[in-house]
């Protein structure tokens, strides 16, 4: 039925006008879409570096423990070594002016995980 006030001309402006809205509608869904999906490339591939650098860091960290204990035992032995010249010196020389000392306390903390 058509309504006397209306005319078929004001029908299709109105025809075209949805027309225009709905495609615009589309075109900002598309846009939207597009851009989510960058912003989901991106963020993979900012994930993908992250764990890259991540086992970087472990395989770090694990050669850092592995030297820091090795260090601690070289450090543990010349101290030792440095004690057992002291003896032999102060039982050869008492009161002798070459023994080796310590003015602060050496203290070697393991950072392995066991």
Not at 12 to 33: G, H, N, P, Q, V
Request: aromatic share 8%; glycine share 0%; net charge neutral.
């Amino acid at each position: 039925m058509i309504n006397v006030n209306q005319s078929p001309m004001r029908d299709d402006k109105e025809e075209e006008m949805s027309r225009s809205a709905l495609a615009m509608f589309r075109a900002k869904e598309e846009e939207i879409e597009r851009k989510k999906m960058e912003v989901r490339d991106k963020v993979h591939a900012y994930l993908g570096r992250v764990e890259e650098e991540t086992k970087r860091l472990a395989e770090i960290r694990e050669v850092s423990v592995w030297f820091s204990s090795k260090l601690s035992c070289f450090i543990c032995f010349l101290v030792l070594y440095v004690s057992h010249i002291n003896q032999h010196i102060a039982c050869l020389v008492p009161h002798s002016r070459y023994a080796f000392h310590v003015k602060q306390p050496i203290v070697i903390t393991s950072t392995s995980e066991t």
